[in-house]
């Protein structure tokens, strides 16, 4: 049998994740996929069609995972959030600050990356706060607050967190079966939910919840089954290769900012290398970009005064302080972490979504009550 070459394998993982970025980045241009954009429309206009998108990737991505998991090709308790530590105070937190940040810097860190591809100047300066600060919080200063402070707030499970898990545990069924069970059962209740209102079935609203779900599927099963060596022939021990955090992941777009930065900043260190996370970041920037020069969308846009610059650094620095935190963002967590079904997922989505809420019921009644 010939044995694996780690090497070709983290290349296959690289590219790969650069394409499904890419079209990420492409599909959500053309989309306007945009998950502060869901919430603003369902607070401001009870408009819930974007919101829909949002949750039909979410089904996609979780009817995808459970699948890849009852296969035997990637096994999800393997992630970072699945972790049997449960640092509740982390999700909650994180969540809400990064939720508060989103909204002020008019993006998360998915749009933030695709609205850079549009031309918008004000986007950049939010993804260099947001991958300094993110930076700072996985290693640097705010990492000795977050891990003395926060991370130390929670309990420690007796086994993996996620729900398929649990639910073994729990009944004693095998847990693929479990987690083909409730993967399903979730999918399905999203859709039924997401398909049931007429106005949503647009080519443009489905095709950007579908495509977005469907990349997070692609994203586990590069680092989990294409990137996966049961035994790393140099260690002898399990290796998911090209990842930053030595697990199983996929799509998520704070730390990988951040490793982006410290990769430029270090290029010329040989142990430095472009993983998973990083080719999805320039490949979500390409193709965003590729899709406004073909459309002939791209635009420079600037910040229009000083308000609306402190603005967009403050959340720069929340979504990059949160989405460390609370392991990641409205993609991170908000798809990928809710795919595996876990629960500190569920916790940091919902925390995410009532942070951005929160904050744009407050700058509604400071704009009213200004007036």
């Not at 069970?181 to 079935?201: D, N």
Request: with cysteine; charged share 10%; net charge positive.
């Amino acid at each position: 049998m010939t044995e694996p070459n780690p090497a070709a394998l983290a290349s296959i993982v690289v590219w790969g994740a650069f394409a499904l970025g890419f079209l990420f980045g492409a599909v959500a241009n053309k989309t306007h996929f945009c998950t502060m954009g869901a919430v603003s429309d369902v607070v401001n206009m009870g408009d819930w069609n974007r919101m829909r998108m949002w949750l039909l990737a979410i089904a996609v991505a979780t009817a995808g995972a459970s699948a890849l998991q009852l296969a035997g090709l990637i096994d999800l308790s393997k992630t970072i959030y699945a972790s049997p530590r449960f640092t509740w105070l982390s999700y909650v937190l994180g969540g809400l600050l990064f939720g508060v940040g989103m909204t002020l810097a008019s993006g998360c860190g998915s749009r933030t990356l695709i609205r850079i591809g549009t031309g918008n100047l004000k986007s950049l300066v939010v993804a260099i706060v947001l991958a300094i600060t993110a930076y700072m919080t996985l290693k640097g200063i705010l990492a000795v607050v977050r891990v003395a402070a926060v991370d130390s707030v929670g309990t420690t499970l007796a086994g993996a967190q996620d729900l398929p898990s649990l639910a073994a545990r729990a009944f004693g069924v095998e847990k693929r079966v479990a987690g083909a069970a409730l993967g399903i059962a979730i999918a399905a209740g999203l859709l039924a939910f997401v398909l049931k209102a007429r106005e949503f079935r647009t080519f443009d609203n489905v095709l950007g919840g579908f495509v977005v779900g469907l990349v997070v599927v692609g994203g586990w099963y590069l680092s989990g089954d294409i990137g996966h060596l049961a035994e790393d022939p140099a260690t002898l021990e399990e290796k998911f290769l090209a990842t930053n955090s030595g697990r199983m992941e996929s799509f998520s777009f704070v730390a990988p900012q951040a490793y982006l930065l410290e990769l430029l900043m270090l290029w010329s260190d040989k142990s430095r290398a472009v993983t998973l996370g990083i080719a999805a970041v320039l490949g979500m920037l390409s193709g965003s970009l590729a899709w406004s020069l073909v459309t002939r969308t791209f635009r420079l846009e600037s910040f229009r005064d000083s308000e609306d610059l402190i603005n967009h650094l403050i959340g720069g620095a929340l979504m990059g302080f949160g989405g460390v935190l609370a392991l990641g963002c409205t993609i991170g967590q908000g798809i990928s972490g809710l795919s595996t079904l876990a629960l500190g997922s569920f916790l940091a989505f919902f925390s995410i979504v009532a942070g951005a809420a929160a904050t744009m019921k407050f700058q509604y009644w400071r704009l009213t009550s200004s007036g």
